[in-house]
């Protein structure tokens, strides 16, 4: 057998031409669609669905959008970690909840009328439909905060609520700032405020404002960790002696934020603020060990945060295929 070191580009080559040549007796026909978004574990009693709501588009690496590296530097920490580095690309996981009492979401994707980040986001409905969860039977919608990709997925398209039962949680601070017009000094915050107007205020009566270390429901308590928005929430579940910390925005890119965690981000409302809370989320979660689900880490974004020389690094969580 060809030992590894000595594998040739030519017998690579040679390798595939026939798999492709092969592949012209395929019995089946390619399906040419994703699998469901979908994956499940147990906490404790609690279970846990993380959904996607599809990947998110930030376009090419710039000097703007990680503060301080220039867009050189970013493209190359992407290619040293096997990624493209010509388009940053992450994900969104939302996360659902199911404590036998509660069934939680935790923010609600981008939906579908919004295309800025690319047409492959706004998928969580279809995964929840995957999953086997009705929307109608989620009572609860935890917020990490107000930007697009995490509540413009409430309300649909025709005007109806998308979670016709759920009382919404999160923070005043976040509330007034992305519903105040006078913040709409630019495209992307007039994008930003009209479209949390129009998911919000229509589901005024339905929102809990919540204060930092409240319970929501038995189980579930809220953290405020903001920097990234001027309320941005991070919510602990417990279950028995189980925990995971959802940190929704504290992080963003699984490479660059945890590599280069005091670069500020393009799209922080307090960039300096979003940083000493990253370390101060990042040093709790590496020192106890606990997992976290990030909404833009790799699919389905659950692992842990260790520290590595100064810096840190991510960890994924092995996946399991049983509850």
Known sequence: M???SRLSRRAVLTGAAALAASSAFAAAPMLNAPAPGFYRFKLGAFEVTVLSDGPLDLGPPSDQLFGGLSKDEVAAALTRN?????RIAVEQNAMVVNTGRNLVLFDTGTGLAVKIFGPDAGRLLANLQAAGIDPGAIDTIALT???PDHCFGLMAQNGNRNFPNAQIYMTQPDFDFFTDE??????MMKMMIGGARQNLLPNRER???IKDGQEIVSGIQAHFTPGHTVGHTSYLISSGNQALLNIGDVCHHAV????????PFAFDTDGQQGVATRLKTFDMLAVTRTPMVAYHFPWPGIGFIAKDNGNYRYVPMALRTLL
């Open 2 to 4: 060809t030992h590894l």
């Open 82 to 86: 096997y990624l493209p580095g010509d």
């Open 145 to 147: 905060h107000a930007h």
């Open 182 to 187: 006078a913040k709409a000094s630019n495209d």
């Open 207 to 209: 929102i809990v404002f």
């Open 256 to 263: 660059i934020s945890t590599e280069r965690a005091r670069a």
